[in-house]
């Protein structure tokens, strides 16, 4: 089994920063590519940020800039460094996961998703 944990968030005021984490666990052999994904009130989840288990990294355009992910790969743990927050980027966050169970499966898996609001 395995669990995906996001943490951090929570009310920010416009400008500030924040910084989420993800971790996964459980019976894993190895976590190849990290994400998030956020999904605004009566918007579709979108895209923003991922990075391989090698360090590779692409951003949402919206976010380029602003926000840094990284990952420690000894902890399966990824962290979105949010810079210069706007009131635009509220939403829940989700974190995404794709872990490899065994010598010949690998899975996405979903965190539940962390609130991030920022007040103007």
């Known amino acids: 089994q395995v669990q995906v944990v996001e943490s951090g968030g929570g009310l920010v005021q416009a400008g500030e920063s924040a910084t989420l984490s993800c971790a996964a666990s459980g019976r894993i052999f190895s976590v190849t590519q990290m994400g998030w994904y956020r999904q605004a009130p009566g918007k579709q989840r979108e895209f923003v940020a991922q990075i391989s288990s090698g360090g590779e990294t692409k951003y949402a355009d919206s976010v380029k800039g602003r926000f840094t992910i990284s990952r420690d790969n000894a902890k399966n743990t990824a962290y979105l460094q949010m810079n210069s927050l706007k009131p635009e980027d509220t939403a829940i966050y989700y974190c995404?996961?794709?872990?490899?169970?065994?010598?010949?499966?690998?899975?996405?898996?979903w965190g539940q998703g962390t609130q991030v609001t920022v007040s103007s």
């Open positions: 995404s996961a794709y872990c490899r169970t065994s010598s010949h499966i690998t899975m996405n898996y």
